[in-house]
């Protein structure tokens, strides 16, 4: 029998970073998403899932860049609202694929599952870590600056993160 898992926003968070200026990695999220999940058992060797995030709620801690972030140099909120995952097949790893800014391309991100667990509430959880990365260029984010130096402002490769925790329905 299938059973559905809702997604705890709560104990849950989409992370990302880039690498800016060749030194260091700026790191961001996504604030607002939710995840389908539908399993045959708590084992989730089979399942169904699909991840949709409000690429709006993308989050820098720094309101200009996230304003930039936002408009056609990177996301284009306003006709891409949402980034969507679909999961082919999950184990040690998660398979599926991944639309933003309306370009879908396969990916690969590692997984751990945390378990299973019930809270002192009496709510079946379960939780799952995962980690990957993508190229912005495979989505059309190409908006880059070369510095007097050499090398440019900012990484294709992204870095991408998250823990997710879910209640069992």
């Keep these: 029998m299938a ?10 968070e989409i992370t990302f970073k880039v690498r800016h200026m060749m030194i260091s990695n700026v790191k961001g999220e996504f604030t607002d998403f939710h995840v389908d999940l539908i399993s045959e058992d708590e084992n989730f060797q089979n399942v169904q899932a699909k991840a949709v995030i409000k690429s709006d709620s993308i989050n820098t801690k720094n309101a200009d860049r996230d304003n930039h972030l936002k408009n056609s140099d990177f996301f284009n909120t306003e006709k891409n609202p949402e ?3 679909v999961a082919n097949s999950l184990n040690e790893e998660v398979t599926g694929d ?18 299973v667990n019930v809270d002192p509430w009496g709510n079946t959880k379960a939780g799952f870590s995962f980690e990957g990365k993508l190229k912005r260029s495979d989505f059309g984010l190409n908006w880059n ?3 007097e130096a050499g090398g440019v402002m900012l990484s294709d490769d992204v870095k991408i993160a998250g823990e997710l925790q879910f209640i069992k329905a």
């Design 98 to 115: 991944i639309t933003i800014n309306g370009v879908t391309r396969p990916i690969t991100l590692d997984v751990e599952f945390g378990g």
């Design 3 to 12: 059973t559905k898992w809702t997604l705890d926003n709560a104990h849950s």
């Design 145 to 147: 600056a070369a510095l």
């Design 83 to 85: 980034i969507v995952f």
